[in-house]
């Protein structure tokens, strides 16, 4: 799992018919300082997410398809909730 911020949306025409109602959007990870740290990955959203959010994501296939309760969708990166506040020590 990592924090990352969402930076876009991704569009597609055609898709994988196990991601046929997804919302994919592009997240860029977090370090533990809050600045960006690392490339920017397309993730899965189910949880409304949008751009500027700063989200929790799951980088394991096998808990990203029982996130989006669809065991045969081809996955790994999923959202799985939105962060509200992050605190490192003591810091907002």
């Known amino acids: 799992m990592f924090v990352a911020k969402i930076i876009g949306n991704v569009w597609a025409t055609r898709r994988h018919p196990g991601l046929k109602n997804a919302t ?34 799951v980088d394991e296939g096998g808990s990203a398809r029982k996130i989006l309760r669809n065991s045969k969708a081809p996955v790994r990166t999923v959202i799985a909730g939105i962060v509200d506040k992050v605190h490192i020590t003591g810091k907002e």
């Open 24 to 57: 994919m959007l592009l997240a860029k990870p977090l370090g533990a300082d809050g600045k960006p740290a690392g490339e920017a990955q397309l993730v899965i959203d189910n949880q409304g997410a949008g751009v500027g959010d700063t989200v929790l994501i």
